[in-house]
């Protein structure tokens, strides 16, 4: 059973530009959440896709944005970057949206620089 | 409010001694806990939960954690550290914000010394 799988592993990018980076949810999984984790910092919540919706959303930016698609893989994108956005972007992977009785499985991160 | 929170930012123990990381809730979490590690460059693996079943909670590589709810905490516990326990832990909590999402504390970094 192939596990969450994340690319790129790392990426460096100008302020300005926009990033799209991709999760491989793993076999039998239906739901994804993103995370951010600035450096030193624990994982921030950035938003959740359960059967290709959105489900929910933490406090960031509309510049962020994902999909999730028939797969169930996911895309998180990054429009006009700002230096903060520097950060290990962490994609989770579950059964269903309830997380009290199901375990997120993480993927390895995608180290993002923006300089 | 920080749902949860982690006192101590870094612990250093010696190989064999105890480890204890701890953590604190708020009144405010549903009861369900969470236990997280980091290795160096990984993403973060399920050490241990706190379901309601049994308060004393154990979890992979000898970790376990003991859920009090009159100290509104969720210490993790180990009684010997081996060299190979040093990394980033993290405490969670699902909250419903729209999602059903995790809430990490902001993690402790433990050391162990030869």
């Known amino acids: 059973e192939t596990g969450v799988t994340q690319s790129p592993t790392h990426l460096i990018k100008t302020r300005g530009q926009q990033v799209t980076l991709r999760c491989s949810s793993q076999s039998g999984h239906n739901t994804v959440s993103w995370y951010q984790q600035a450096l030193g910092q624990g994982p921030q919540f950035i938003f959740q896709y359960y059967r290709e919706e959105e489900n929910g959303r933490g406090n960031f930016p509309p510049r962020f944005s994902g999909l999730q698609f028939p797969n169930y893989s996911s895309e998180l994108n990054v429009n006009a970057l700002e230096l903060d956005d520097s950060a290990l972007y962490l994609c989770?992977?579950?059964?269903?949206?309830?997380?009290?009785?199901?375990?997120?499985?993480f993927g390895p991160g995608t180290r993002l620089t923006v300089l | 409010a920080q749902s949860v929170t982690q006192l101590g930012s870094h612990v250093s123990v010696s190989e064999g001694a105890l480890v204890l990381l701890r953590c604190n809730y708020s009144s405010s979490v549903p009861p369900y806990l969470f236990w997280y590690v980091q290795y160096p460059n990984q993403g973060l693996q399920l050490l241990l939960k706190y379901t309601s079943a049994a308060t004393l909670v154990k979890g992979i590589n000898g970790f376990e954690a003991e859920f009090k709810k009159s100290e509104t905490s969720f210490h993790l516990t180990k009684p010997s550290a081996h060299m190979s326990d040093a990394a980033e832990y993290f405490c969670a909590a699902p909250i419903i914000q729209g999602a059903q999402k995790l809430v990490f504390g902001q993690g402790t970094r433990l050391t162990i010394n030869p």
């Open positions: 989770a992977s579950s059964p269903g949206a309830e997380l009290s009785y199901n375990e997120q499985f």
